[in-house]
T-cell receptor
Framework: KNEVEQSPQNLTAQEGEFITINCSYS?????LHWLQQHPGGGIVSLFM???GKKKHGRLIATINIQEKHSSLHITASHPRDSAVYIC??????????FGTGTRLTIIP | DTGVSQDPRHKITKRGQNVTFRCDPI?????LYWYRQTLGQGPEFLTY????????KSRLLSDRFSAERPKGSFSTLEIQRTEQGDSAMYLC???????????????FGPGTRLTVL
């Protein structure tokens, strides 16, 4: 069965802390996406990657194909980073299979 | 281009009524996707189109659900005889296929929140 698991489900941290959110999947994939969802529902695509590492501002995404694992890191976290972060993978066909999300709260 | 748009943003209906949602993708995007998200869960795939062709449908899409993309641009998702279990956020996304069978980034709309009373 094609599955995606995220951890932790909820994460609360102080402003400035380094944040790591993890995603594991069950079988080989063609691509992995990290998405951000704010209250009210809007989803923003942060990264799409199939190997290695990508960086955008304070956000870094890494993927280890052999271990079937990806991480999203946020450096110097800020209250505006508070959102739900969702990992989604493509198992070879076009559709995305989503994790249940990690709710991140950054306290000033 | 202002991105993917969806209409309406909110819909409240009574059980048994039919509802229709619209999605306008980014203009040059040839792929369009529909997802459903219930409270506290990640989105679930419903169906997707490449141009006007509906290429895949999830088993979640019962015979009460139908989606169309008649001219390969905007798409509609209709739910007939709504049930309380249909209450969810319905998300649309679009992408431009890279032409080599590879993956492409999906851009999401703001969603339509459906409440069935």
């Amino acid at each position: 069965k094609n599955e995606v698991e995220q951890s932790p489900q909820n994460l609360t941290a102080q402003e400035g802390e380094f944040i790591t959110i993890n995603c594991s999947y069950s079988v080989g994939i063609s691509a992995l996406h990290w998405l951000q969802q704010h209250p009210g529902g809007g989803i923003v695509s942060l990264f799409m990657l199939s190997s290695g590492k990508k960086k955008h501002g304070r956000l870094i995404a890494t993927i280890n194909i052999q271990e079937k694992h990806s991480s999203l890191h946020i450096t110097a976290s800020h209250p505006r980073d508070s959102a739900v972060y969702i990992c989604a993978v493509r198992f070879g066909n076009e559709k995305l299979t989503f994790g249940t999300g990690t709710r991140l709260t950054i306290i000033p | 281009d202002t991105g993917v748009s969806q209409d309406p943003r909110h819909k409240i209906t009574k059980r048994g009524q039919n509802v229709t949602f619209r999605c306008d993708p980014i203009s040059e995007h040839n792929r369009l996707y529909w997802y459903r998200q219930t409270l506290g869960q990640g989105p679930e795939f419903l169906t997707y189109f490449q141009n006007e062709a509906q290429l895949e449908k999830s088993r979640l899409l019962s015979d009460r659900f139908s989606a169309e993309r008649p001219k390969g641009s905007f798409s509609t998702l209709e739910i007939q005889r709504t049930e309380q279990g249909d209450s969810a956020m319905y998300l649309c996304a679009s992408s431009l296929s890279p032409g080599n069978g590879g993956s492409s980034e999906q851009f999401f709309g703001p969603g339509t929140r459906l409440t069935v009373l």
